[in-house]
């Protein structure tokens, strides 16, 4: 179908003025049309009608003067319970707020596996830098993660199943590099760029240099950063934290403690008495070959 030109042209009541003002009227309307698909402008947009739109506020992560401390945004009140990060449902009222507590992540021991050192007035230590010293917690704190006391006829039932769950998680995780019998011997730890080291060193045995709970924990944690002048990767051994869970990396410490026992911790850390008894059924007993392993754990 064609515009109708013959019709406008023939009809009597469109005079000549009136036509004229019809095309400038479309011509304008195509070249207005033209421009609605113009330059793109780093220019604020035109405001017509400002209204709300700008209005003093604070943004987030920004300095105010107003509050004492200096930020703009405030920290949660002490105790405050997430809500809304996941459906919590219990048979009280359908909240579980000991489950919800667990976001908050606020105990140090649990969550850091390291704890603020305290002077003996109970207020922290600061070191030459102002910030808080900590070191790492010496045992895991397994009252806490498992919600029962020591004491208790549960314990040994939720330990065992705790356990098992580490071993499961070790085994996932761990062996390729570390090795079954946490002597870095496992099938990747072998072609590793880092060679890995023998979990049966004096150093790595409760009581050792590195022989805190809380570092094997915060190992699992962060990894192992690589320093030094040309580091081609930043970590020799990565982080862990998102693979595993806090409970689920506390649980593969206490494995790695059960390897280490398993495998004979270091003499001296075992009292006179004791040592003597045990140095005679380790002779008795072959174990399994930790004839590379370094330290005092090897067959004495
Ligand atoms: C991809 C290989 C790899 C995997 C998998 C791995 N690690 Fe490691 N890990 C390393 C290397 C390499 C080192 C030695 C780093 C160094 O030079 O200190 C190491 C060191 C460690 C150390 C001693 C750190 C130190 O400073 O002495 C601990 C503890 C440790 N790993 C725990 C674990 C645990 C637990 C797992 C399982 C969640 C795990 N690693 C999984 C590669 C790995």
């Not at 590195?210 to 982080?239: C, Q, W």
Request: with cysteine; hydrophobic share 35%; aromatic share 12%.
């Amino acid at each position: 179908m064609t515009f109708p030109m013959d019709y406008l042209r023939a009809t009597p009541t469109l005079s000549r003025f009136g036509r004229s003002v019809g095309w400038f009227v479309l011509v304008l309307g195509v070249v207005a049309l033209g421009g609605c698909r113009g330059e793109r402008s780093d220019n604020r947009p035109r405001q017509f009608f400002p209204d709300l739109d700008d209005q003093p506020k604070y943004k987030a992560q920004s300095g105010s003067t107003f509050f004492a401390d200096g930020r703009s945004m405030r920290e949660p009140v002490a105790g405050t319970v997430p809500f809304g990060a996941k459906p919590f449902t219990d048979e009280f009222g359908g909240v579980d707020f000991a489950e919800r507590e667990g976001y908050l992540k606020a105990d140090e021991h649990v969550f850091t596996g390291k704890e603020t050192v305290l002077d003996a007035e109970g207020k922290p230590v600061m070191d030459a830098a102002g910030a808080e010293r900590s070191m790492y917690v010496e045992r895991t704190p397994i009252e806490e993660l498992l919600g029962v006391k020591r004491a208790d006829a549960a314990f040994g039932a939720a330990y065992s199943d705790f356990m098992a769950l580490g071993e499961k998680k070790f085994n996932i995780y761990c062996v390729v590099c570390h090795g079954a019998l946490g002597d870095g011997k496992g099938t990747v730890g072998t072609r590793w760029s880092y060679p890995l080291p023998t979990w049966h060193a004096e150093q790595y045995y409760r009581g050792g240099e590195k022989g805190a709970d809380g570092f094997f924990f915060f190992t699992i944690r962060h990894g192992v950063p690589n320093v030094g002048e040309s580091v081609p990767y930043p970590l020799k051994m990565p982080s862990y934290a998102t693979k595993v869970s806090e409970r689920e990396s506390w649980a593969i410490v206490e494995y790695v403690r059960a390897l280490q026992k398993q495998q004979g911790s270091p003499l001296q850390s075992v009292p006179e008495r004791e040592r003597i008894e045990l140095e005679k059924r380790r002779s008795a007993t072959p174990r399994a070959s930790t004839g590379s392993v370094s330290g005092k754990g090897g067959v004495s």
